[in-house]
C-alpha cells in the first residue's frame, strides 16, 4: 500500500475525469522520480540484513522502520528477545550479543499515517509542475525545461539516503 495513493492527490487537487489515466501516469513518474531522488522507496518493504554487533548495536541499512519481524543471533541461531529501536540504530541489552552476527528481518517505509507532510507537500507540487511540463510538450511550447524548485528540492534533501 502506498502512503500516498493517487485517489488522495485526486481528492485533494479535484482532478478531472477526462484526464485521470494521464493523471495517474504523471503521479507515478513523480513517485519514482522523488524515490530517485531520496535513495529508497516510499512505501513499506520487507528487508533482510546481516550485521555484526559492535558496541551492543547495530545499525540497519534502511531509515523509517515500522515494524521489526525478527532478529536472530547467527552465533546460537536464537531468536534475540530484547533491544531497543531508535531510528536505524538497534540497541542491544543482552551484552553476550557483542561481536555476534545478528540476522535482522524488518519493514520499512512510511504508512500513510507517518509520511511527513513537507514530503506530502512537495509530491503534490512536484506533480503539478511534471503536469506542467507534459502540457507544454503537448503544445509544442519551446519552453518546457524541467528544472526542479530550490525549495522543493531542500525538502528533498531533508530525506535523502545518509551514508553514515
Request: aromatic letters at 10%; charged letters at 25%; hydrophobic letters at 35%.
Amino acid at each position: 500500500m502506498h502512503p500516498f495513493p493517487f485517489e488522495e492527490l485526486q481528492k485533494i487537487l479535484e482532478l478531472h475525469d477526462t484526464e485521470l489515466q494521464i493523471d495517474e501516469l504523471i503521479f507515478q513518474s513523480t513517485i519514482s522520480y522523488i524515490e530517485k531522488i531520496i535513495g529508497y522507496p516510499l512505501e513499506v518493504h520487507n528487508y533482510n540484513e546481516i550485521q555484526t554487533v559492535r558496541d551492543c548495536k547495530v545499525y540497519t541499512n534502511q531509515d523509517n522502520i515500522t515494524e521489526m519481524v525478527n532478529i536472530t543471533d547467527m552465533t546460537t541461531k536464537e531468536k534475540v528477545p530484547n533491544c531497543v529501536i531508535d531510528g536505524r540504530k538497534i540497541m542491544f541489552i543482552d551484552p553476550k550479543l557483542e561481536g555476534h552476527v545478528v540476522f535482522l528481518n524488518y519493514n520499512a517505509g512510511f504508512l500513510p499515517l507517518t509520511l511527513p507532510a513537507d514530503l506530502k507537500e512537495a509530491i503534490i507540487k512536484l506533480f503539478l509542475l511534471k503536469k506542467k511540463e507534459f502540457i507544454k510538450t503537448q503544445n509544442h511550447e519551446d519552453d518546457y525545461a524541467f528544472e526542479i524548485p530550490t525549495n522543493l528540492q531542500q525538502t528533498l534533501d531533508i530525506y535523502r539516503r545518509k551514508n553514515y
